[in-house]
């Protein structure tokens, strides 16, 4: 190697650090077969760095009642649909549409959907029936977000998005309520 050539261990750590924003593609030199391996080393180490993905985020809203479980993702403004689904699409029986396997069965549906559309994260938003009905979610509401998690998407923030009223209509049942 000619002095022009010959290459110091420090002006290879300074290139490396360099050029770590962006993929080295200069081969260098070392003047010792020593050093030459360290930096060898160092180089393919920076040249393996992973590529940073960018995470494309949804919303994920689950509406939970004692009837049926509904799973629609959208996007973060909630104007465009990703996938919808419903827990009686995937069972027979009426009364298995609000069971947590058709809620699951549903998920997985969706996932799949919401995948090939490019998503890797949720926000979910669980609804029950609220105003003058249920407040709490059914029983599928649990086992879709269950099933969205195992499916592979990073999931951000649960929220329970049930409308609560705070001046309310009349609940049904007449002056003397529901008699039992």
Do not use: C
Not at 13 to 20: A, G, H, M, R
Request: glycine share 8%; no cysteine.
């Amino acid at each position: 190697m000619s002095e022009t050539e010959a290459v110091t261990e420090e002006e290879v750590k300074e290139q490396v650090s360099e050029t770590s924003s962006e993929a080295p593609t200069k081969t260098v030199e070392a003047t010792s077969e020593s050093s030459e391996a360290a930096t060898e080393s160092v180089v393919e180490a920076k040249t393996q760095t992973k590529k940073e993905v960018k995470e494309k985020w949804g919303i994920a809203h689950i509406y939970s009642s004692y009837n049926n479980t509904i799973i629609h993702i959208t996007d973060l403004t909630g104007a465009e649909t990703a996938s919808i689904s419903s827990g009686g699409v995937h069972v027979t029986a009426d009364r298995y549409e609000s069971s947590p396997f058709a809620a699951m069965k549903a998920a997985n549906a969706v996932v799949e959907a919401a995948k090939t559309k490019g998503f890797t994260a949720l926000h979910i938003k669980v609804r029950a029936v609220g105003g003058v009905g249920s407040r709490v979610p059914g029983p599928g509401a649990q086992a879709a977000i269950r099933a969205l998690a195992r499916g592979g998407f990073k999931i951000g923030r649960i929220d329970d998005v049930t409308p609560i009223p705070h001046d309310t209509t009349r609940r049904k049942g007449g002056k003397r309520g529901r008699r039992v």
